[in-house]
């Protein structure tokens, strides 16, 4: 069975930072892309983040130079390092993995950008 999990989600103050945490099981996350999306109440899902297989990143310019995407082949695992934090960043983010057409989701963690 395939799972992603996500976690470390929480509440932090602006200007702070938070590593989330994309952890597969049931499959070889490196061969994957796994792109990160966050859904803030009201608007339309969004992706932040990718990382290829090969490790080619891409951002939204809503994050890029904030957010650092990362993978941890020996976990099995894929970060989100979110510095700068503000209360537009603001969701439920979950990650996405992909190949050829095989694709999976995590249910998601909150992120809460508040003072």
């Known amino acids: 069975q395939v799972q992603l999990v996500e976690s470390g989600g929480g509440l932090v103050q602006p200007g702070g930072s938070l590593r989330l945490s994309c952890a597969a099981s049931g499959i070889q996350l490196s061969i994957y892309t796994v792109n990160w999306f966050r859904q803030a109440p009201g608007k339309q899902r969004e992706m932040i983040a990718q990382?290829?297989?090969?490790?080619?990143?891409r951002y939204a310019d809503s994050v890029e130079g904030r957010f650092t995407v990362s993978r941890d082949n020996a976990k099995n695992t894929v970060y989100l390092r979110m510095n700068s934090l503000q209360p537009e960043d603001t969701a439920v983010y979950s990650c996405n993995a992909n190949w050829r057409r095989d694709e999976h989701w995590g249910e998601g963690t909150q992120v809460t950008v508040s003072s």
């Open positions: 990382v290829a297989g090969r490790a080619t990143k």
